[in-house]
């Protein structure tokens, strides 16, 4: 009797020869070191999330800093390290939601095609907990749920349309073929990879926006890292557009100097009527659109 491997992707005992794995079409090759490594990535999930969340807030911080090492070091040694972890990933929660999303659709479309495949036993009508596709399910509800009320209307759309659609294929009683359900997946990923690129993109701060009155009637605009009794430490990177050639993002103003502190904003866009609708959240957008009429901006522009 022929000696037999076992399937890396499938778990499924194949020939010893085989280049392709009958069960799930997987592809034998010598990158033995490719392949260890993916199925460590695939082993530890908890050490590979808390790695890119370090990178992404380092990058953060970094960036805020305008990729000055001697400001970026300031930053962190001004700031609580947990105001500076938790302010990054809530300021930008709803594009992340938005990652995740994709991110679920992939593991949704991934679990539909192993079903269909014929990886997981299927009975006639399976139970709901036991069918494989229902956690992917589950967590994609949660996080649509989480942008419907948290997110941007169009936000929401458009977690809503992809949403749907890759139930659809994945829950299909007649399986598309295997090569519309890789470009599936592709796609999927291709829309996560621009998402990631335009969160890294973004301004990013975990502290609002102020316009300080300090003495001598002067205004300074910008994010306020630390105050004590003696210095208070105020951060203006280049996008704000506050600061003169040559002069630093970071300063330290005397405490006893500032008479004022306001929060405020920069963008014009929102004063806008199509600014306002587009960063309307699906309640809010329903509200407005049963009273006539759209909510003020909480916050005033900075000066």
Request: net charge positive; charged share 15%; glycine share 4%.
């Amino acid at each position: 009797m022929s000696p037999l491997k076992t399937c890396p992707q499938c778990a499924e005992s194949v020939q010893d020869a085989a280049r392709r794995c009958r069960y799930c079409q997987h592809g034998f090759d010598d990158h033995a070191e490719g392949l260890a490594l993916n199925r460590w990535i695939r082993s530890h999930p908890t050490i590979v999330v808390s790695l890119a969340t370090f990178l992404y807030v380092a990058f953060q911080v970094h960036k805020a800093g305008d990729f000055e090492g001697v400001t970026t070091l300031e930053i962190v040694h001004s700031s609580s390290l947990t105001s500076i972890l938790v302010g990054v990933l809530m300021v930008q929660l709803p594009l992340e939601l938005l990652i995740l999303t994709g991110v679920t659709c992939w593991w949704l479309l991934a679990t539909g095609a192993m079903v269909h495949r014929g990886h997981v036993a299927r009975r006639s009508k399976p139970l709901l907990l036991a069918d494989p596709r229902t956690l992917p399910q589950i967590v994609l509800t949660v996080l649509l749920l989480l942008l419907f009320f948290t997110s941007p209307w169009l936000n929401f759309a458009l977690a809503l349309a992809v949403a749907v659609t890759v139930a659809v294929i994945a829950r299909r009683r007649r399986p598309f073929t295997t090569r519309f359900m890789k470009w599936s997946r592709r796609v999927v990923v291709g829309l996560v990879i621009v998402l990631v690129l335009w969160l890294l993109e973004r301004p990013t701060t975990w502290v609002p926006l102020e316009r300080i009155t300090i003495a001598g009637n002067t205004t300074l605009v910008g994010y306020v890292i630390a105050a004590d009794a003696q210095w208070t430490t105020v951060l203006s990177p280049r996008w704000t557009g506050r600061l003169a050639p040559g002069q630093n993002t970071l300063r330290r103003v005397p405490t006893k100097e500032v008479q004022t502190r306001a929060t405020c904003r920069l963008s014009l866009a929102e004063d806008k009527i199509f600014g306002r609708v587009v960063r309307l959240r699906a309640p809010q957008l329903i509200a407005a659109a049963r009273d006539g009429a759209l909510p003020a901006p909480l916050t005033p522009l900075c000066p």
